[in-house]
């Protein structure tokens, strides 16, 4: 990493830290911690920085979630967490607009407060298990039966990696809409540039000052960099050899996990 | 339709005729002819015109395909039928490909004959009910488990008609694949160039006296007039308004039905 890093890493203030693949590696099982992660959100937390978790989990509610990596030791609360269903929620309230949701049945309770009768747009956030034909299908109908389909996705990642393997993530699903609707859907959550401008503000760091550690190389990675942060990508998670190969996203630096990413960070201050 | 076409629609020697939208409308119940179209055939092949049946149809076997339109009245044999899955056992034959394959159980038995053990490459067809979940990711991960993913797409269609609704046709899921493995799939079937080609040699006709007859803008009428033929859209099937103002592509002419294309061409003659 070496010099040109301990520059800008020493002014720094605030981390945006993704979580799936930086603190832990999901799965059927709830998922298990990456070797270091808790101890280095603790330690961030010592240092005085300022720390956001910024996910495109939308498998569960915060408060699941939360609850979840609470669970396996990390130090983290509902409250210091920005993830695309509350953003894409104040979206639908702004513009008036009634989703039909292809969504995880434990996502739901985050959109209990937003009428959903007679939809004028489709919300599609990482299903899972409920990415059948059927409902696929039905958002499908919806949408082509508007006049101007409007689609909106809870992030656009390509997959995830979960214990027992990679998983097509929701960006696939909604190329599949696209695709077949001729439209372009509207991002909620990274890398779309609002969704980290309102992590930041939620921080109170300017760009400038915090840096994104993350394991997708588009939407953590570029997202961040787009926003004028400094970013780096760790090798765990769905990390691949051939990132480091990016033909647009070069991360500020690449460090083995989040533990060294700390190590190095605190060790700049 | 007028004097221009009158020109051209003189010196036809043959017609391809897509199937779904254009003869039938598709369905869980095996679908139900559309009005006139049973007749047409009947004509055209009285009429001295070659004739060929060009369709992307993966989600059975040409003989069950086949047998399912005689049910129909449909004077039409397995011979003159030109489709994806007979196209794509000739390519993966010619380059060694051993596939996993993600297609409809009813279309298995077309590749009978091909080797499918420790795959290179994934063909994926109108899988319909087999495109689940599971299913979608385990092509997913063979495809990016490969050193250069080669994906074999057995047509590109956007959607189409059943009985009971629009249903996501097989480029949905194409374009889901392209976009997690960062690959472009290689189609076969419409509106691929090689595929009319066969289509054309299978009938002995050049395309300059070759009308196709399809209700998808640009899978049929697209496809084939990128191959020097005429094409017309019906207004039966997946026909919507808004193909009228396509912005790449415009048909020769459009007739409301399989019938009356019938009639004017045979007018003509």
Same mark, same amino acid.
């Given at each position: 990493? +070496?010099?040109?890093? @301990?520059?800008? @890493?020493r002014s720094v203030r605030g981390l945006l830290l993704d979580v799936s693949g930086v603190l832990y590696d999901s799965g059927g099982d709830g998922g298990v911690p990456i070797a270091g992660s808790v101890e280095a959100v603790r330690r961030i937390k010592a240092s005085g920085?300022?720390?956001r978790f910024c996910t495109n989990e939308t498998q569960a509610t915060r408060e699941k979630f939360v609850k979840k990596l609470q669970g396996m +030791?990390?130090?983290?609360?509902?409250?210091e967490v920005t993830s695309p269903a509350p953003a894409a929620c104040r979206i639908l309230k702004e513009r008036c607009l009634r989703p039909h949701l292809l969504v995880h049945d434990d996502l739901i309770p985050e959109f209990a407060e937003i009428d959903k009768a007679n939809p004028n747009c489709v919300v599609i956030g990482d299903a899972a298990e409920n990415f059948t034909y059927t409902n696929l299908n039905e958002a499908f109908r919806i949408l082509i039966g508007m006049e101007k389909p409007l689609l909106l996705s809870l992030g656009k990642g390509r997959y995830y990696k979960e214990t027992d393997g990679l998983k097509l993530d929701v960006g696939a699903y909604m190329k599949a809409l696209e695709y077949a609707c001729d439209v372009q859907a509207e991002v909620v959550g990274k890398p779309a540039k609002k969704f980290f401008e309102s992590a930041l @503000?939620?921080? +109170?760091? !300017? !760009? $400038? $000052? @915090?840096?994104m550690i993350g394991d997708d190389i588009v939407n953590d990675v570029g997202g961040a960099q787009r926003c004028g942060m400094r970013a780096l990508q760790v090798r765990t998670g769905k990390y691949r050899p051939c990132d480091e190969n990016h033909p647009d996203v070069k991360p500020d630096a690449?460090?083995?996990n989040l533990a060294e990413a700390v190590d190095i960070i605190l060790q700049q201050m």
């Open positions: 990493l +070496g010099g040109a890093m @301990a520059a800008w @890493a920085l300022k720390l +030791g990390f130090d983290i609360s509902v409250a @503000a939620e921080m +109170g760091v !300017p !760009p $400038q $000052q @915090a840096i690449y460090v083995n």
